[in-house]
């Protein structure tokens, strides 16, 4: 048993549609939750620079004594992994458990991804689909624009601003034939319906956040890391920019309010003789 909360974060909103998820499936346990919107985006950062983030990050979420750190954020998943292994916690992303998912629920063996741009060049999940089944074929495409739409609020189904850019990006996949696609940015789930007016309702949608999620619950619960049952559930949310608009924003992630603090995410910072 586990009493210390869960650590979650990402660049920004996107990964609160992990902690979601973690809400339904472990409704008692404690979460603290970072997001980075003061830098948001990092999917158009170069590698170094979402590196030396992540290690803020994490940094953030250690002082918070966390049981196991989540990254929520496929740019983070797919360009820092080997840091979070290096963590004193567990370290869950959302690469592996979403491959797993993908390649589970394809027929035809053609997947594809979309994420931002940093997650797609990364060829961090083309490796992980590959190393799953070399016969998968898999399609990745960077769809960097559907961030700012998210975070706009361009999120209705049918929007006729996020449908076009949704048909650019989305219609060559769809004429490779794919019966599967990967959602490998964490802000993607909230424009699934205008996705699928596009694919179709055939092709099958994976949710990267909460694949992750149901990843980490597993986990906790079969190492015994779960928290005491009946305990009072505490959940807080950090941001590194103004707390003006989060709430509303968080609302349309998570389906209820929540509040934030601000914090200087600047100030964490990772020596060079940490092992992470
Ligand atoms: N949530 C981030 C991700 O999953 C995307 C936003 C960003 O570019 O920072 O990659």
Same mark, same amino acid.
């Given at each position: 048993?586990?009493?210390?909360?869960?650590?979650?974060?990402?660049?920004? #909103?996107?990964?609160?549609?992990?902690?979601?998820? +973690?809400?339904?499936? /472990?409704? $008692?346990?404690?979460? @603290?939750?970072? *997001? %980075?919107?003061?830098?948001?985006?990092?999917?158009?950062?170069?590698?170094?620079?979402?590196?030396?983030?992540?290690?803020?990050?994490?940094?953030?979420?250690?002082?918070?004594?966390?049981?196991?750190?989540?990254?929520?954020?496929?740019?983070?998943?797919?360009?820092?992994?080997?840091?979070?292994?290096?963590?004193?916690?567990?370290?869950?992303?959302?690469?592996?458990?979403?491959?797993?998912?993908?390649?589970?629920?394809?027929?035809?063996?053609?997947?594809?991804?979309?994420?931002?741009?940093?997650?797609?060049?990364?060829?961090?999940?083309?490796?992980?689909?590959?190393?799953?089944?070399?016969? #998968?074929?898999?399609?990745?495409?960077?769809?960097? +624009?559907?961030?700012? /739409?998210? $975070?706009?609020?361009? @999120?209705?189904? *049918? %929007?006729?601003?996020?449908?076009?850019?949704?048909?650019?990006?989305?219609?060559?996949?769809?004429?490779?034939?794919?019966?599967?696609?990967?959602?490998?940015?964490?802000?993607?789930?909230?424009?699934?319906?205008?996705?699928?007016?596009?694919?179709?309702?055939?092709?099958?949608?994976?949710?990267?956040?909460?694949?992750?999620?149901?990843?980490?619950?597993?986990?906790?619960?079969?190492?015994?890391?779960?928290?005491?049952?009946?305990?009072?559930?505490?959940?807080?949310?950090?941001?590194?920019?103004?707390?003006?608009?989060?709430?509303?924003?968080?609302?349309?992630?998570?389906?209820?309010?929540?509040?934030?603090?601000?914090?200087?995410?600047?100030?964490?910072?990772?020596?060079?003789?940490?092992?992470?």
């Amino acid at each position: 048993m586990d009493n210390r909360p869960i650590g979650v974060f990402d660049s920004g #909103l996107g990964g609160l549609t992990a902690v979601k998820e +973690l809400e339904a499936a /472990l409704p $008692e346990e404690s979460i @603290v939750y970072f *997001g %980075d919107t003061g830098r948001v985006p990092y999917g158009t950062r170069s590698r170094e620079t979402v590196r030396r983030y992540a290690r803020q990050d994490m940094a953030f979420l250690l002082e918070h004594h966390v049981k196991a750190v989540l990254a929520a954020c496929g740019t983070v998943s797919a360009n820092a992994g080997d840091v979070g292994a290096r963590l004193p916690v567990p370290y869950f992303d959302v690469v592996a458990p979403t491959a797993a998912a993908a390649a589970k629920a394809t027929g035809n063996g053609k997947i594809g991804v979309i994420g931002t741009t940093a997650s797609i060049n990364s060829g961090a999940y083309v490796q992980a689909l590959e190393a799953i089944d070399a016969r #998968l074929k898999v399609f990745a495409s960077p769809c960097p +624009l559907f961030v700012p /739409l998210v $975070e706009n609020g361009f @999120v209705q189904t *049918g %929007d006729q601003v996020a449908r076009l850019v949704a048909e650019r990006y989305l219609e060559p996949l769809g004429q490779a034939g794919i019966d599967t696609l990967i959602l490998g940015c964490t802000h993607f789930p909230i424009i699934a319906g205008t996705i699928r007016l596009v694919l179709g309702e055939k092709v099958r949608l994976i949710d990267s956040g909460k694949e992750a999620a149901l990843a980490l619950a597993n986990f906790l619960g079969e190492h015994e890391m779960l928290c005491q049952p009946g305990r009072p559930r505490r959940a807080e949310y950090y941001v590194s920019d103004s707390l003006e608009n989060f709430g509303g924003a968080a609302a349309q992630f998570l389906g209820h309010e929540v509040e934030a603090a601000r914090i200087d995410i600047e100030s964490y910072v990772v020596s060079h003789n940490s092992d992470f």
